[in-house]
T-cell receptor, first 117, second 109 residues
Framework: DTAVSQTPKYLVTQMGNDKSIKCEQN?????MYWYKQDSKKFLKIMFS???????INETVPNRFSPKSPDKAHLNLHINSLELGDSAVYFC????????????????FGPGTRLTVL | RKEVEQDPGPFNVPEGATVAFNCTYS??????FFWYRQDCRKEPKLLMS???SGNEDGRFTAQLNRASQYISLLIRDSKLSDSATYLC??????????FGSGTRLQVQP
């Protein structure tokens, strides 16, 4: 009964490859997110979706493309992987996300550790 | 200037000690605030929300000072299991959380 799940947990791949990370939440939340945590442990928002609609698209290379087939899933596809893409990628979800209430509390998946060789 | 700033630490304290972390945020439009805890190689987990009036949950007390734009977390009677990185988080109303870089706490026996 995992609330937010991600697959795979570890991903090791060569530069130039294309890979996808999947995320699913069974909390009935409306908003889902992708974060990147780099080697300095800084956690930064990449994308946010609300009910399958893209809400936030931070300054992320267009090699990164999120896809939300339904509001319980938010997948991340990465084209032409580069060494600098190595990081831990966290998916998260929240009931709302507007700010100002406990409904903004975000629940994180276990993370996907991506290593690009 | 980072939107949310924290002292990275590490804070090395003996068991039973009281330790306090401070955090400042730059966006005065920030509406809600949280402390998350992250263990090594794990995902961040909500520790507590932070209310203007201050709130307490067992050994943990969080305070928010909007005028000075800082948030604090006090941990009393530290346990070994409190060793982790504590992330200060602000919500700016853009449907995303802004995280500080975290303060590492190491509680020693």
């Amino acid at each position: 009964d995992t609330a937010v799940s991600q697959t795979p947990k570890y991903l090791v791949t060569q530069m130039g490859n294309d890979k996808s990370i999947k995320c699913e939440q069974n909390l009935g939340h409306d908003t889902m997110y992708w974060y990147k945590q780099d080697s300095k442990k800084f956690l930064k928002i990449m994308f946010s979706y609300n009910n399958k609609e893209l809400i936030i698209n931070e300054t992320v290379p267009n090699r990164f493309s999120p896809k939300s087939p339904d509001k319980a899933h938010l997948n991340l596809h990465i084209n032409s992987l580069e060494l600098g893409d190595s990081a831990v990628y966290f998916c998260a979800s929240s009931q709302e996300g507007w700010g100002g209430s406990l409904a903004d509390t975000q629940y994180f998946g276990p993370g996907t550790r991506l290593t690009v060789l | 200037r980072k939107e949310v700033e924290q002292d990275p630490g590490p804070f090395n304290v003996p068991e039973g000690a009281t330790v306090a972390f401070n955090c400042t945020y730059s966006n005065s439009a920030s509406q809600s605030f949280f402390w998350y805890r992250q263990d090594c190689r794990k995902e961040p987990k909500l520790l507590m929300s932070v209310y203007s009036s201050g709130n307490e949950d067992g050994r943990f007390t969080a305070q928010l000072n909007r005028a000075s734009q800082y948030i604090s977390l006090l941990i009393r009677d530290s346990k070994l299991s409190d060793s982790a990185t504590y992330l200060c988080v602000a919500h700016t109303g853009r449907r995303a959380l802004t995280f500080g870089s975290g303060t590492r706490l190491q509680v020693q026996p």
